[in-house]
């Protein structure tokens, strides 16, 4: 342990070594430093200082042969009388500090540390340890400096969005801006070297979580909004609502799960997150119920419901930039939508078919003309959808619907339809 600041003057001086807590536990400094606060440089004094504060210059002279100390730490520049000070005679945070100049003379060197409304200036017995403790107090005002200058800029930010979430006013924009001032002040505690990161981190780390907790309020209540859209809008069958409300909760819940760290606000998420996966595996399992639908009926019409149910379920997705979400890709989706739409054609054709052969078999012509008119329309559909797709196919000829339209003029001339 260290008794006198002498000695840890001496000890800088001889080797540069920034002593332990251990050795300054109980020591003329453990009073003075707070708590966590580590040492870095004790410079010794050749005079005394002088205090400028305002304007108004005062001469601060050590009594009894004592010395003049700089004490520097990795959060503050303490200037102390003596060998066993009670309190420092200036305290200058290192946040406040706006800047620090070395000059040396013929004489001797001066070290010249100012704030807002004052300045220090102090006579360092070792003119090379002089220099390099300037420069190191310039370094950690500008770290600090910056550093609480970002963190009040997000504290303050943060009690507007309290503020606006209150009164129901809209967030998003403050949300970012909170963020940048948190990632200034990471930028801050980690730029330089000798910065006291884990403190700073640790400074950091309240106003983050209070910002994730806030974000939390604003995700959840828009992630369960979207879900409850996405779930009415599927009853309704609304498939393009659904999957559009899905897509944009599920990069929601991912945006959240990035930028939360406090893990009781990352649960909630991803409880939210599980309902998410539910509604979207029920999403997609009822485009594969009417895929089997559409394979296991017997009815033609039915057949042509349940195709094009599922292409449109499948469309929804596609037009929704769904990829990857609930391991659904794009391409697989591409890939489906392709093979339902030719199962979408086929049933037109089939339907079609079964609609004109009813129609040759009925005797009534109104009832003949009404099937071979539906037989006409899901021909032409399908020819429509093969020609929007470029592997599709319907082998459905010109010929083939003009015989049909022969058949339809035959009945409207036989009762009279046409003059």
Known sequence: MFDRISELSNKSLSNGETPSADELDGGPLASLLGEGETLQHVVAGNGGLDHTTNGRSTSIEPSGGHTAYMVVTDRRVY????????????TFPHAEITSAEFNSGLLNATILVKIADGSVRFTPKDADQGATVTDYIERMATAWGEFDAALTDARNTIEEIEQRLASGEETSRLVQGARSYISNAHHAATHDDDAPTERMTELIEPVENRLDQLCVAIDTEQIESLLAEARQAKVEGDHETAFGTLARAHSTIADGRKAVTDGGVLDAINELGSTYDELVQMTFEDATAACHRGQSTDDPADAVDAWREARQRYRAALSADWDGEASVSAKALEFQLAWVTQRLIDAHIDYGDALEAEGDEIDDSDEATDRYERAKRQLTRARELASQHTYATAPV????????????????????GTE
Not at 397 to 416: H, M, N, P, V, Y
């Open 397 to 416: 000829s010109t010929e083939r619907l003009d015989g049909i339209e022969e058949k339809i003029e035959l009945g409207a001339w036989q009762w009279g």
């Open 79 to 90: 200037f102390v009388l003596g060998d066993d000070p009670e309190t420092a005679e200036v």
